[in-house]
């Protein structure tokens, strides 16, 4: 376990402590059940120890990936599910074995994008999104199809950028996490029992790829030099 999760720094514990306390009051509050519960903690800890480029990040994300994705069924969230399903889950064994491989000392090895890559990553962002979304949109029991499209599409690139080890996936993560907050909030205002703890968990989400961008920035930094 010390192997995969390295060390901690002091904020990074509080903000840890800070969002599973969040987490239980708002279970709590909301009569969430426990397993809405060890789906919000355990995506907490995947994304934190993403920004950190721990291999142990892999290992929660796969339980949450699959408690994300029935939490999205029951939701009417059916572009959330297969992208789980369909692409999380093979996408988190690929990933664990390529950040393996470039481990340098129990460090990953981050990396940064050219300008054509961005800007093939953006046109890629747009014109799926208008796609999915679109074919979303004829699903009778569809909830928000181009809001969902947008999360969708935008989950797999910054999860290929992440596996590729880039420091740009946090940017698209940014603009995923905002997104995917107001999605729950749709959700919550219609009466989505899981909407309340599920606005934390992308909140917590979007705060920690902030930090991860800044962690990954100097990362690849180094890397150049």
Known sequence: MKKYAGSWKGFEVAWL???????????????????GFTVFITGVLCVVLTAKGKLLSYVFGMYNTFGYAY???INGLFGE????LLFFVPMNVVGFYMWKKNMQSGKLSMRQMEAKG????IAVCISGALLL?????????QNSPYID??????????TILMVRRFKEQWLVYIVLNMFTVALW?????????????MIVMWSA?????????????KGAKEALA
Do not use: C, Q
């Open 17 to 35: 402590v800070l969002f599973t306390l969040t987490g239980v009051v708002f279970t709590f509050l909301s009569k969430d059940s426990l397993f």
């Open 71 to 73: 939490l999205a069924y």
């Open 81 to 84: 599910v297969m992208l789980n």
């Open 118 to 121: 961005i800007l093939l990553t």
């Open 133 to 141: 979304g679109y074919s979303l949109s004829f699903i009778p029991e």
């Open 149 to 158: 499209a947008i999360t969708t599409v935008l989950s797999v690139v910054a």
């Open 185 to 197: 909030v749709i959700r919550m205002l219609d009466g989505s029992s899981e909407g309340p703890l």
């Open 205 to 217: 989400y979007l705060i920690n790829a902030v930090y991860g961008y800044y962690n990954w920035h």
